[in-house]
Every structure is written in C-alpha cells, then in structure tokens.
C-alpha cells in the first residue's frame, strides 16, 4: 500500500502580473530541492485545493499550485459582473502556466490535473513538451464538444429526467439562441444580481446530481461553496463550456502524438457520468506512453482504490 502523506502549508506565494489587469496566485510547498510538480485545478472555475493532496510526498515534490484566472485568490474575480471574460479562455491559462513556470524558474516539471485540468495539462504538455517530465491525469475531461454535449445538453440526462427538467428550465425559453449552455453563460452576465445567483445555484444543482449516485463520493461538492466562489465557479465553467474550451474539435486528440516521449498515467472511474470512460480509453490509445487504470468503485468524486492509484502513479514519478 502507498504511503498518505500529511499536508504542509506553503513556504512562499505571490500574485503573477499577467500584464493585462489579472493577477494568478499561485503558492509553492514541500521541498524546493525537490522534483518539482504543478497541480492544475479543474472546473474551471473551482481554484486549487486549500491543502497538499495527500497522494505528494512534501520531501520528494517542490509543489506548486495556482489559481487559474478569475477563481480562487486570483483576480479579479469572476464573481464580480465587471469581470471582463474575454481575457479569461484556454489560450490565456497556458500562457499564464508557462508565465509561472519562468518566474519560479523550473526548467521542467510533472504535471498533476484533474477533470477540466486533465484537458488544459494535455494541452499545455501539447504545446510545451520539452517541459514535462510526466502526467498524472484523475477523472480525464477535455471539454470537447462531445463530452460537452454529455454532461449539459442532454446527454446525461436520460439518467436524471426529471433533475434534467429543472436543469433546462433554469433558462428563459429562446435564449442562448437556442443553446442551454450559451443560455447559461447569458444569465451569469446578466445585470440583476439576483438572476445570476439562481442561475449559478442550479447549474451547480445539476451538476451535484450528475455525481449523486456515486458510492464514495460526498453531498452536494460543488453547491456547497461561498456565494462568490460559487458565482466564479458557474460564470467561468459557462463560459468555457458553451465554446468547448476553446479548442478546435478534436485538437487534443489529434495532439496525442506530441506526447511521444512524455510517461504519463490516467486514472479514472467506471462510474463516472461526469465524464464517461470512453474518452479516457481513445486517448490513452493515441497517446504512445499513457497507462489508463481503470476503477471499478469509483465515480467522478474517487474512491480509496482511486487514492491508491494516484499514489502508486506519484510513487513511480517521483524517481
């Protein structure tokens, strides 16, 4: 059984000067001396975990962790409406990543991302390969137009009918020129505060339904924040889904082949209706160095067999 390790508290921290009014936080702990790793948050919109996730050994790993823009401690945030979202996408996020990786002054690191981070950590080893080491990918999530489609336009929904119901009819008739997402993208830049608060309340609703049947997984994950974190949350994730993440359909995949060289490990739950299986598998197959393992007790939230596996994947990294 791999070792649990004990969460440290981070040694220094900043806000990067992105140069065009956002300010990144970002934190580092463990040993400095150390491999060092960066954990990309998912979401988007979520911020990074207030502590180590206990699968990173504090005297193997110099850790680094941020907050991707408009979430978290960075700012400004995106809960407040004059946030301006066009300088919040995909492109943006891996600029202000290789942004980081030049302040801190790491030649290469492993790349630790989950959900929504397993996509952006794909794409930034795509666009930066000679700096990562490894990948460590839990809960694989591109936000491709398909798996978009899954989680908010219907798919998913033949499981959750009636949630799927009160999920659709959090948006006026017609808007979003016809589209769910774009719909809720619209309400969480309406005016009225009160509009974006019920919005940002049942998308996350429906988005804590889709986790519901999971056997390990906790109540209510993405409702219970703050109302500012919760706002930031559903405004960024909106947005980002009702473009596919910025990506061209299909980029990621048909990336696979620059990671040749790059070792990574993708694990990921049987029972995860987030984000299904299928799209771990194909791009596994594409990418020549991947290793999927696959948890039969786990959804989107993890099980203990899960922990284990990411611990065994950080084990073998931290060589």
Same mark, same amino acid.
């Given at each position: 059984?791999?070792?649990?390790?004990?969460?440290?508290?981070?040694?220094?921290?900043?806000?990067?000067?992105?140069?065009?009014?956002?300010?990144?936080?970002?934190?580092?702990?463990?040993?400095?001396?150390?491999?060092?790793?960066?954990?990309?948050?998912?979401?988007?919109?979520?911020?990074?975990?207030?502590?180590?996730?206990?699968?990173?050994?504090?005297?193997?790993?110099?850790?680094?962790?941020?907050?991707?823009?408009?979430?978290?401690?960075?700012?400004?945030?995106?809960?407040?409406?004059?946030?301006?979202?066009?300088?919040?996408?995909?492109?943006?996020?891996?600029?202000?990543?290789?942004?980081?990786?030049?302040?801190?002054?790491?030649?290469?690191?492993?790349?630790?991302?989950?959900?929504?981070?397993?996509?952006?950590?794909?794409?930034?080893?795509?666009?930066?390969?000679?700096?990562?080491? /490894?990948?460590?990918? %839990?809960?694989? *999530?591109?936000?491709? $137009?398909?798996? !978009?489609?899954?989680?908010?336009? +219907? &798919?998913? /929904?033949?499981?959750? %009918?009636?949630? *799927?119901?009160?999920? $659709?009819?959090? !948006?006026?008739?017609?808007?979003? +020129? &016809?589209?769910?997402?774009?719909?809720?993208?619209?309400?969480?830049?309406?005016?009225?505060?009160?509009?974006?608060?019920?919005?940002?309340?049942?998308?996350?609703?429906?988005?804590?339904?889709?986790?519901?049947?999971?056997?390990?997984?906790?109540?209510?994950?993405?409702?219970?924040?703050?109302?500012?974190?919760?706002?930031?949350?559903?405004?960024?994730?909106?947005?980002?889904?009702?473009?596919?993440?910025?990506?061209?359909?299909?980029?990621?995949?048909?990336?696979?082949?620059?990671?040749?060289?790059?070792?990574?490990?993708?694990?990921?739950?049987?029972?995860?209706?987030?984000?299904?299986?299928?799209?771990?598998?194909?791009?596994?197959?594409?990418?020549?160095?991947?290793?999927?393992?696959?948890?039969?007790?786990?959804?989107?939230?993890?099980?203990?067999?899960?922990?284990?596996?990411?611990?065994?994947?950080?084990?073998?990294?931290?060589?």
């Amino acid at each position: 059984m791999s070792a649990v390790f004990s969460s440290t508290e981070p040694y220094d921290h900043g806000m990067l000067d992105t140069g065009d009014g956002n300010l990144v936080y970002w934190e580092v702990r463990g040993n400095p001396a150390a491999k060092p790793v960066l954990i990309v948050h998912g979401g988007p919109g979520a911020g990074s975990p207030t502590g180590t996730p206990k699968s990173f050994d504090p005297e193997r790993f110099w850790i680094i962790l941020f907050d991707q823009r408009g979430c978290g401690r960075s700012t400004p945030n995106a809960s407040d409406p004059a946030t301006n979202m066009s300088l919040n996408t995909s492109q943006h996020l891996l600029r202000d990543m290789e942004q980081l990786r030049e302040h801190l002054g790491v030649e290469k690191w492993l790349i630790f991302g989950g959900s929504w981070g397993s996509g952006l950590s794909i794409a930034y080893a795509e666009h930066h390969p000679e700096r990562v080491s /490894a990948l460590v990918l %839990p809960a694989f *999530w591109t936000m491709s $137009r398909a798996e !978009v489609d899954w989680l908010y336009r +219907g &798919g998913v /929904a033949r499981i959750f %009918p009636g949630e *799927w119901e009160q999920f $659709r009819n959090g !948006v006026p008739e017609g808007s979003g +020129g &016809g589209d769910l997402v774009a719909a809720y993208a619209e309400l969480m830049e309406h005016p009225d505060p009160e509009v974006r608060a019920q919005a940002a309340v049942d998308w996350s609703t429906w988005e804590d339904v889709v986790v519901s049947l999971e056997p390990n997984g906790r109540p209510s994950p993405y409702r219970n924040r703050s109302t500012e974190a919760l706002q930031a949350f559903v405004r960024i994730c909106a947005h980002y889904a009702s473009h596919a993440g910025w990506w061209e359909d299909g980029e990621l995949l048909r990336g696979a082949e620059r990671l040749a060289g790059i070792p990574g490990v993708i694990v990921h739950g049987r029972q995860d209706l987030s984000c299904p299986l299928s799209t771990a598998w194909e791009f596994a197959r594409a990418w020549p160095d991947a290793e999927l393992v696959t948890i039969d007790d786990s959804g989107h939230r993890g099980s203990p067999a899960f922990g284990e596996a990411l611990n065994a994947a950080m084990e073998r990294f931290s060589k």
